[in-house]
């Protein structure tokens, strides 16, 4: 099995990305290893503080994002860094070549029961002129560079895409490396499988409560066939079981928060994640368009996520629009 490097050599992937993706990799392997203390190292349970998205940042959050600031910005190709538990951005080198947008640890309510978390990750082109300033990483996805999470689960997985499909890698525990286990990951194009947070049903707009609902009626009803329910609460595992399987995966809007309708942060979560499933010949969209498209207005934004099989995508969007 190939392992890290010489996969991205092949790819022809530029020396510094591949600096900055080794430096990612590095990163994972030190939260994989906390995260499977657990206990043992102290790391569960919650801080007494709050991040600047207002919600109760975990140990292993606040440990993650330390860990990733520390590490990727000893990297001398790294301009800047942005985060979801830090307010600005944290500059490094001032030439450096790239960007990393990234939530430390996606999933963070999982983290005590010892279910699946992850770290999403985004690597953005920095301008030619040295400096750091928060208005650079205020580009849309599609200029993306680099793009993936590490999910942390029964075996620690690094998955990413370079714009050349979507690759992924295991964690040899014997060895200490990332192996490549899949290639080239594809997404079927439709599906019998759904992800949504159904709690939330009163809340959404009724284009999605009448897609769920004609979902739930299987066989039944309009769509002819039955359907399955997962969520697992961490987007970070529920997107790779798009990748892994298919499915369609969406946190949409909620009526609740008038001026914060969306709960999943555009340029950490929504970006990276749309990047991987259009590489993976899937589709990700917002309800009103192409997420990657989204020219940003603030390194924290929200945006609506609706993504995964081709088919399903389209046929949601569909409901959305009223025409279905
Ligand atoms: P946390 O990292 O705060 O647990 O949030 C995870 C997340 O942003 C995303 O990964 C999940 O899909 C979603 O929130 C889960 O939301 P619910 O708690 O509403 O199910």
């Not at 975990?58 to 790294?78: F, P, S, T, W, Y």
């Not at 019998?192 to 809340?203: C, D, L, Q, V």
């Not at 969520?231 to 798009?242: I, L």
């Not at 499915?247 to 340029?267: E, Q």
Request: contains cysteine.
């Amino acid at each position: 099995m190939q392992r890290l490097i010489p996969t991205l050599r092949n790819d022809q992937v530029d020396e510094a990305l591949i600096s900055v993706i080794n430096t990612l990799q590095i990163c994972a392997k030190e939260i994989s290893f906390r995260c499977g203390q657990g206990k043992l190292a102290g790391v569960l349970g919650s801080t007494l503080d709050e991040n600047i998205q207002g919600e109760t940042q975990k140990k292993l959050d606040v440990l993650a994002n330390q860990l990733l600031k520390d590490i990727l910005l000893e990297c001398k190709h790294v301009r800047a860094v942005a985060s979801e538990e830090e307010e600005g951005i944290v500059g490094g080198t001032l030439d450096g070549r790239y960007l990393v947008a990234f939530d430390p640890l996606d999933g963070s309510s999982n983290i005590d029961i010892n279910s699946m978390v992850g770290t999403i990750f985004s690597v953005l082109p920095a301008p030619a002129e040295p400096g750091a300033e928060v208005d650079m990483f205020l580009q849309p996805g599609s200029n993306q560079v680099a793009a993936g999470y590490i999910l942390y689960g029964p075996r620690t997985m690094l998955v990413f895409t370079t714009g050349k499909g979507v690759k992924m890698f295991t964690l040899d525990q014997t060895v200490g490396e990332f192996l490549l286990t899949e290639a080239d990951v594809t997404i079927a194009e439709t599906t019998t499988e759904f992800a949504i947070n159904m709690s939330n049903h009163r809340h959404w707009q009724p284009g999605m409560r009448r897609y769920i609902d004609d979902l739930l009626l299987g066989k039944a009803g309009p769509r002819n066939k039955d359907f399955n329910m997962r969520w697992v609460a961490a987007m970070v595992a529920d997107v790779h079981r798009v990748l892994t399987r298919g499915g369609l995966f969406t946190y949409p809007w909620d009526s609740r928060k008038a001026n914060k309708p969306f709960k999943l942060r555009l340029m950490y979560e929504g970006n990276p994640m749309a990047w991987l499933v259009e590489q993976a010949g899937g589709l990700a969209d917002t309800g009103e368009g192409r997420i990657l498209d989204i020219q940003p207005t603030d390194i924290h934004q929200r945006c609506g996520v609706i993504l995964g099989s081709r088919d399903e995508v389209t046929t949601c969007l569909q409901y959305l629009k009223g025409s279905q």
